[in-house]
DNA sequence: CTTGTATATGCTTTATTACGTATATACCTC
DNA sequence: GAGGTATATACGTAATAAAGCATATACAAG
């Protein structure tokens, strides 16, 4: 039952998540990059592939990982009652390109 | 040394936050809202203060909670490498504000 | 200054979890 | 099919942290 923060707390698998953002990686060179033993990496995994952070794909002995995002946009909605605290302007901003999105729209009939 | 995912990970500190960002409160309002023991409120509230996630101001005998945004921020800092993962349509606004900026300069000429 | 109210802290127990070590499975090459 | 490479799992141990209960501090009202 362990919660997406509670996955999150761990900051090896905070590590491999950030290797992922940017590309599919093997389990080797995640264990390479992170210089963390292997079974360590595999552990990590298996909890952030169960909580579904995390998807394999099978290249003949290798599993390439990459990101599911779903869980973490769960974090980035449960952020959204708290943005009013820091995001004065940026709503601004968001309002004007949604306007700019509404104009396009518009044009193209 | 507890990380700001740790500290998040606790349900009832993440339930507590939920509370605190509508409104200020005190420790018995949430006690009374969340129906947890008051020692367990004020537990949770020291980790919280402790770690940037609320300050309180004194009011006579009562502690008046509100939320600092920092740690949140850090949070909401730390997804940025994964949106592009779901945020399509900005992504897709930015390619067609960037397409329309190269037409115009080839209409000018 | 005594009593009641509001909040904080200390101690003990229990449950969870990360890690190391050892081992198992799967696939590839010769 | 033997040996090597890549990854996963099982088990034991140690560290962490939440919860319950008791108690302490602080202010208020009479």
């Known amino acids: 039952m362990a919660s997406t923060f509670a996955i999150l707390a761990e900051p090896n698998r905070r590590a491999i998540l950030g290797l992922l953002a940017g590309a599919e990686r093997s389990v080797g060179e ?30 003949a002995q290798r599993r390439l990982y990459r990101i599911r995002p779903e869980p973490l946009m769960e974090v980035d909605a449960w952020l959204v009652p708290f943005r009013h605290f820091w995001e004065k302007r940026v709503d601004a901003l968001e309002r004007h390109l949604d306007r700019m999105a509404e104009a396009k729209k518009g044009k193209k009939r």
């Open 30 to 59: 995640l264990e390479e990059r992170l210089r963390m033993p292997q079974t360590s990496v595999s552990k990590h995994l298996r909890v952030l592939r169960e909580a579904g952070f995390v998807e394999a794909r099978v290249d």
